[in-house]
């Protein structure tokens, strides 16, 4: 069972994201399930969603207390929350944001991950570029599929396309595919260094 | 048909499969998905023939279901915690006039202190006002049972309550497969009233019943809840045959049978310890579950059969009642007592109040402890002793009124906000 | 200038362009016509730090409402909250941002209890503590309303203010009998050619209110906020059941930009959506005239609640929409 964790701040499609996770390998024939940390949250404030990948029924209720994936979708949380609780160090951690670990200041937990399973990507700018919006999250599904390989993009794009209109699906699985690029490229370029 | 969506969504396409004719509706968390979705399929169409209406409370939204359902409609609604409790009296109202309403139940705490997080109290406080109480473990149960339920409440002309776990289950996105409405067809025929208020046969609904006759109403009122334990179980199986699922039912053992600590519980918990189970089992522990489906009614039988050979029983539940301790564990003793005798011991554990977590860890210690001899029979799991103590402490120094939680942040030292005027 | 604000004049230019107007909050008014945001000596009834959304519209009319009770009570007001966005994100426990005393009973029973507050004080001689029962539109036209109408029937010495938005927002944006015709809500969204909430006869409490002929009834928007503070004084040198509902906008609720919350909520009184009014014992007593009167696209088109109206297709939504605005604008002499 591969278990993903996202944080991030209301307004940023935390919850989507892990839905559209949930849907994309669900239409790949896998058992998911994804939930978010229930709350009366607002725009703005943190919050949290949780989900499971697995070729066998999930029937564990917990929230994820050991992802394998963590998605940090806003690094301001880092001042905020301890995001990386539980993490599982032979896991993989997707931010978004433009600056490197050490320049965010979390090098102390990025270095005790695997080489290559720690990716940072600009993905609001992607976004913006995108869907004029800054919604980092299905910019983050495609890294997440380039990193993990737990879901594929046409899977991707198909929940996209049963949860959006069709010119913002459009946009958003744009976006996904450049996300998804960019990441391959991140980590191509770390193992040839 | 398999799909991938959220608890909520599915409860509401399983209720549009089975035509209901009147849907009044009142939102409270966490139901509200279930009553916009099912607002957007009438508009759109796919569920036709089919009033929906917002209307301005709870008591109006369940009187509004007697008075549809006293005149022939197949009529639906759901609610939780605060609500049902606004619409108690039309609750107990609905099961006394013997009306099939089906209504789903988001668990939910109630408050004082407000909490819009899961628990079974709003369960609890109803379980006497004479409706069938079933509870679903997953969101394909939730599925299964609403279907099942219309066709138990015509049936019976009880109204039926599907318990489903608030947020964990309604908000969670997961596997379900919808039936094909040829399906539903087969296995839930029209609504026909058994008596309903019609020009051409009238008839008076509700009339006083003195100290001469209302004893006997009452008893068959129980009567008929032990009927319907027959028909939960021949129901379950008439599913199983057309829509190749185990749903509902009674109980269902989860290698309970040769086990000799077993795990009792309702909901979505029952997921949880499923997988807590495995990883025990692996390990050489003899532990087993087993589900509660109906809590009402209360299939006393089929639990002392289930329970007969362990040694230790532990009764998981999210309710207590005040000043007595846990609900769910003093039926369960009260069962056995009457079948099995002082050889079973019973133990209660109250966790999950008000959303907190319910994690494999802390069931695992339960039994850890119990297979030690060591687990007390009351346990509120998961408590922050040391909160609890420093206010107990904080009590015994200063008499204070007024709420609990409250009293806690003067004991903890929070300063206010208010400036001293 | 203090060295602090000069070496931030320094960083940024700061522009003082208000002087001598009625903007609210401006400090260099007589007095007599300051509001009371612009004292110091504010009592600050809400406090910072709650969790309203950006641009609440209800976070600003209640702040202005309780503080100005505040100031004309001497600070002696009890306070009793419905369920609801206010209550929600005012009281995250373990925090509060009130500095009053305060009661979050339930939702349909705010009425009832600020009743039972004031019949306390009155059992125990209390004159000068006064009682403000607040909740929202929900919980006020509807789950609240049976506990309204009695203490309307029993004339309890209560304000009851009502922050009118337009639905349940708290729980995700359904609709109430407030949630103006034409509106999309979560549970009336407009599917084909459904409108979205339906355009019925309505439930309008002002209205219903001053069938009661309490003492004293208005309406008012957080757009003119010293008028808010005029009505909120004014309600206070009554005795007996009053009720002051006040016109909320929610960006969430209602799809529109949070900085834009106070120019919305003037564009509704300028199309006359919006009356503004004052009523005692029943009879209009005054009317906010409409200075400049808006064509109601200009208020509808802010709002994304409102983006099917707007079709081509929905024209005749829009004509029961405009019908409406003339009906207020007669009924209540805004022009």
């Given at each position: 069972m591969f278990q993903i964790r996202i944080h991030g701040r209301g307004g940023q499609g935390v919850?989507?994201?892990?839905?559209?996770?949930?849907?994309?390998?669900?239409?790949?024939?896998?058992?998911?399930?994804?939930?978010?940390?229930?709350?009366?949250e607002r725009m703005g404030a943190p919050v949290q969603a949780f989900a499971r990948i697995s070729d066998s029924a999930i029937t564990i209720r917990e929230p994820v207390m050991e992802p394998d994936m963590l998605i940090i979708q806003d690094p301001t949380l880092f001042n905020a929350i301890n995001v990386f609780d539980g993490a599982r160090t032979e896991g993989y951690l997707l931010i978004n944001s433009s600056r490197t670990p050490e320049q965010l200041g979390i090098e102390d937990m990025t270095s005790t991950y695997p080489k290559n399973h720690v990716v940072t990507l600009p993905a609001t700018e992607l976004a913006l570029k995108y869907i004029k919006q800054p919604k980092p999250n299905t910019v983050l599904l495609g890294a997440f599929a380039a990193l993990s390989h737990m879901v594929n993009i046409p899977a991707l794009e198909e929940a996209i396309r049963g949860k959006f209109p069709k010119k913002i699906a459009q946009a958003n699985i744009a976006a996904t595919i450049a996300g998804y690029n960019l990441t391959l490229k991140i980590i191509q370029q770390a193992q040839g260094s | 048909m398999l799909h991938q969506m959220s608890g909520s969504i599915a409860v509401?396409?399983?209720?549009?499969?089975?035509?209901?004719?009147?849907?009044?509706?009142?939102?409270?968390?966490?139901?509200?998905?279930?009553?916009?979705?099912?607002?957007?399929?009438?508009?759109?169409?796919?569920?036709?023939?089919?009033?929906?209406?917002?209307?301005?409370?709870?008591?109006?939204?369940?009187s509004f279901c007697i008075g549809a359902s006293a005149t022939g409609a197949r009529t639906y609604t759901a609610t939780a915690s605060q609500g049902l409790l606004y619409m108690m009296e039309a609750v107990y109202n609905a099961s006394g006039l013997g009306l099939p309403i089906v209504m789903t139940l988001g668990n939910r705490a109630i408050g004082a202190p407000i909490n819009i997080w899961n628990d079974h109290s709003d369960a609890m406080s109803v379980r006497d006002a004479g409706w069938i109480q079933l509870f679903v473990e997953s969101n394909q149960q939730a599925v299964d049972v609403h279907i099942q339920a219309f066709k138990l409440a015509e049936a019976l002309s009880l109204p039926v309550m599907v318990n489903m776990d608030g947020f964990i289950l309604t908000h969670a996105i997961t596997r379900v497969d919808l039936p094909d409405p040829e399906q539903v067809d087969q296995f839930l025929p029209p609504f026909v009233a058994r008596q309903k208020l019609d020009t051409q046969s009238p008839l008076s609904i509700g009339a006083m019943v003195g100290p001469d006759a209302f004893t006997e109403v009452r008893y068959l009122a129980h009567h008929k809840q032990k009927e319907a334990l027959a028909m939960i179980e021949q129901q379950a199986e008439e599913f199983s045959d057309i829509f190749g699922r185990d749903s509902g039912g009674l109980v269902k053992s989860y290698f309970a049978d040769d086990a000799d600590i077993i795990l009792v519980a309702m909901g979505s918990v029952i997921g949880t310890m499923q997988d807590l189970v495995n990883d025990l089992r692996d390990e050489?522990?003899?532990?087993?579950?087993?589900?509660?489906?109906?809590?009402?009614?209360?299939?006393?039988?089929?639990?002392?059969?289930?329970?007969?050979?362990?040694?230790?029983?532990?009764?998981?539940?999210?309710?207590?009642?005040?000043?007595?301790?846990?609900?769910?564990?003093?039926?369960?003793?009260?069962?056995?007592?009457?079948?099995?005798?002082?050889?079973?011991?019973?133990?209660?554990?109250?966790?999950?109040?008000?959303?907190?977590?319910?994690t494999k860890k802390s069931l695992r210690k339960l039994v850890d402890n119990a297979s030690k001899g060591e687990l007390d029979d009351e346990v509120f799991m998961d408590l922050d002793g040391g909160t609890v103590i420093r206010e107990l402490n904080r009590q015994q120094e200063d008499q204070s009124s007024g709420p609990i939680a409250e009293n806690i942040l003067r004991d903890i030292g929070v300063v206010s906000a208010s400036k001293t005027h | 200038m203090t060295r602090k604000a000069q070496s931030a004049a320094d960083e940024q230019t700061v522009k003082f362009y208000q002087t001598g107007t009625f903007t609210v909050g401006n400090r260099l008014l007589d007095e007599e016509f300051r509001t009371v945001q612009?004292?110091?000596?504010?009592?600050?009834?809400?406090?910072?730090?709650?969790?309203?959304?950006?641009?609440?519209?209800?976070?600003?009319?209640?702040?202005?409402?309780?503080?100005?009770?505040?100031?004309?009570?001497d600070n002696q007001i009890i306070a009793a909250n419905a369920t609801g966005c206010l209550e929600v994100f005012t009281t995250p426990y373990p925090e509060t941002a009130w500095s009053i005393p305060w009661i979050h009973s339930l939702f349909g029973?705010?009425?009832?209890?600020?009743?039972?507050?004031?019949?306390?004080?009155?059992?125990k001689g209390d004159t000068t503590t006064r009682v403000i029962a607040q909740g929202g539109d929900g919980g006020t036209t509807d789950i609240g309303f049976a506990c309204l109408s009695g203490m309307f029937d029993r004339n309890d010495?209560?304000?009851?203010?009502?922050?009118?938005?337009?639905?349940?927002?708290?729980?995700?944006?359904?609709?109430?009998s407030a949630t103006p015709g034409g509106a999309r809500t979560s549970t009336t969204m407009p599917v084909g050619d459904h409108p979205g909430s339906s355009f019925t006869t309505g439930k309008y409490l002002p209205a219903i209110a001053m069938a009661h002929e309490i003492p004293y009834v208005a309406t008012a928007s957080v757009h003119d906020l010293h008028?808010?503070?005029?009505?909120?004084?004014?309600?206070?040198?009554?005795?007996?059941?009053?009720?002051?509902?006040?016109?909320?906008?929610?960006?969430?609720?209602?799809g529109s930009e949070p900085s834009q919350t106070i120019k919305l909520a003037r564009l509704g009184v300028?199309?006359?959506?919006?009356?503004?009014?004052?009523?005692?014992?029943?009879?209009?007593s005054n009317s906010t005239k409409i200075r400049y009167q808006v064509p109601v696209e200009e208020y509808l088109q802010l709002q994304r609640r409102f983006a099917h109206v707007l079709k081509p297709a929905n024209v005749d939504q829009l004509e029961t929409i405009r019908a409406l605005a003339e009906k207020n604008i007669k009924r209540y002499r805004l022009l």
């Open positions: 919850v989507s994201a892990s839905e559209l996770l949930s849907v994309a390998a669900f239409s790949e024939g896998k058992y998911s399930q994804s939930f978010p940390s229930f709350g009366s | 509401a396409k399983a209720i549009a499969l089975c035509r209901p004719d009147v849907i009044p509706c009142y939102p409270i968390t966490p139901q509200t998905h279930i009553v916009e979705h099912l607002s957007v399929l009438v508009k759109s169409g796919q569920l036709e023939n089919c009033s929906y209406e917002n209307v301005e409370s709870e008591f109006a939204s369940m050489g522990y003899s532990v087993g579950i087993l589900s509660l489906r109906s809590f009402r009614p209360f299939p006393a039988n089929a639990i002392c059969n289930a329970l007969k050979n362990a040694s230790q029983v532990i009764v998981f539940e999210k309710s207590f009642a005040v000043g007595m301790g846990g609900i769910l564990a003093s039926e369960i003793h009260m069962a056995t007592q009457r079948y099995v005798g002082e050889n079973l011991k019973i133990k209660s554990v109250i966790g999950g109040l008000g959303g907190r977590t319910i | 612009a004292t110091q000596e504010r009592s600050n009834s809400i406090d910072s730090g709650h969790r309203a959304c950006q641009g609440c519209g209800q976070a600003l009319g209640a702040r202005y409402a309780l503080d100005t009770a505040m100031r004309v009570t029973n705010v009425a009832s209890v600020a009743s039972g507050i004031a019949a306390t004080l009155k059992a010495d209560v304000l009851f203010i009502c922050y009118d938005n337009g639905g349940y927002m708290n729980t995700g944006v359904q609709r109430s008028d808010l503070e005029r009505k909120i004084e004014k309600a206070m040198t009554f005795r007996g059941a009053r009720y002051i509902q006040i016109d909320v906008p929610c960006p969430l609720g209602w300028q199309s006359g959506l919006v009356p503004l009014f004052e009523a005692e014992y029943g009879e209009l």
